[in-house]
């Protein structure tokens, strides 16, 4: 696998300044919602899967998100859920906004999607990531703290990760196998199925 592919090179810089203000203007506008409802709707879909398909609940199993993203709100709304989840993704997620992070940003991915991620870090998913670390702490009664050993940065494919999560029973992804090469859909799936 190699680095994320989500920004064309080949999209003049004017279209892309476009795009990144259209989308600036749409996390501002977006700023006040802190409805998590999607969330747990994504969470209470998931649940019924495994109950489906597994018996029991969600929080019985050992889940593995692949893709979890650079916001990775699903993977830490299913932690304070109770979830024993972990998850792979390319990508570096903004967990504190760090200079690190950012840093670790640029180095990978280059100075346009340093400049997004700190946008939308500043404009929105920092409120966002506090209201919902909030909430799950008053749903579980206790401070809810971001499970930074849990989102993994690294690559599907590499058997040492799938090593150390053997014995996932539920492993999932939305949105992702399209943006993965045919060549390394062939080498996730042996190193997967090997180890659950």
Same mark, same amino acid.
């Given at each position: 696998m190699t680095n994320s592919k989500s920004s064309l090179k080949s999209t003049p810089l004017m279209d892309r300044v476009r795009e990144w203000i259209a989308l600036a203007r749409l996390s501002i506008s977006d700023a006040g919602n802190r409805d998590f409802s999607d969330l747990q709707a994504s969470y209470s879909q998931h649940d019924q899967y495994?109950?489906?398909y597994l018996g029991g609940s969600l929080t019985d199993q050992k889940v593995i998100e692949i893709g979890y993203g +650079? =916001?990775?709100n699903r993977l830490i709304w299913f932690f304070g859920q109770g979830v024993d989840i972990v998850g792979? !993704? @390319? !990508?570096q997620p903004i967990l504190r906004g760090s200079p690190a992070e950012f840093l670790h940003v640029y180095r990978k991915n280059?100075? *346009? =999607? &340093?400049?997004?991620t700190i946008g939308r870090w500043f404009i929105n998913e920092r409120q966002l990531r506090r209201a919902m670390l909030a909430e799950l702490s008053r749903q579980r009664g206790k401070? &809810? *703290? @971001?499970? +930074?050993e849990r989102l993994v940065v690294g690559d599907a494919t590499s058997a040492p990760f799938w090593e150390q999560n053997r014995g996932a029973n539920y492993i999932f992804s939305e949105d992702v196998f399209e943006h993965i090469p045919p060549e390394s859909l062939e080498r996730l799936l042996p190193v997967m199925a090997a180890s659950t």
């Open positions: 495994v109950h489906k +650079a =916001r990775p792979i !993704d @390319l !990508d280059g100075w *346009e =999607r &340093m400049v997004k401070t &809810m *703290e @971001l499970p +930074a």
